[in-house]
């Protein structure tokens, strides 16, 4: 039964596979709202904090394969997002990163010249107005809590000083697409419709947007989600 509720919505991804990759980005945006509402129960808080128009910085714990979609989903501009590699390139999910324009990066131990092409087209993207995404500890939490930040939130703030919104994501560690129980998509579904809640603070201006501060607002913001009683059906 597990297997026919979630075969439906990858059916679904499946068979619009061909016009999306002709759609347009905002119509691409759509269909993952649809289908990651499909998959979970969501609730979100304070999606008005991502400014209307203008460059901006959505900054978030990270914990699935499937943070990008959900963050993705409850916002109110399209996003592009800057993920690593291994995630951007996992099996059957790297079309969907691609179409909905991610941008990979690898670590400079891998590939040491990616981090800055990488780098320089955030700097592209937000130059063109346009709002991105990040997660700062730079890989899947291995326990569910939120893992040290490293430095890419500075490198970005010092080419491009723009806001940046703090975000806290609940009701995902536990997933097949997380680290919970082993590797994250190497289990098969156990929950079907999970609750997650996402939370969006106050945006910081640039000259505010320390590292440590900044991974404190997410924190409390993951605590606040996880604390209000709706993720674990209080």
Known sequence: MTLLLWGAPAALLAAGCWRLARAPRPAIRRLVFFVVHLLYRLRFRGRRHIPAYGPALVVCNHVSFVDALVVGGASPRPLRFLMDRPIYESRGLHWLFKLVGAIPVDSERRDPGELRRALAQVSQALRQGEVVMLFPEGRLTPDGEVQPFRRGLELILARDAVPVVPAGLAGLWGSWTSNHGGRALSKWPRRFR??????????????????????????????????DGWVAGR
């Not at 999970?194 to 993951?222: I, N, S, T």
């Open 194 to 227: 999970a609750r997650v809640a996402l939370y969006f603070g106050d945006p910081l201006p640039p000259e505010a947007a320390a590292r440590d501060r900044v991974e404190a607002r997410v924190r409390a913001l993951k605590a606040e989600a996880e604390a």
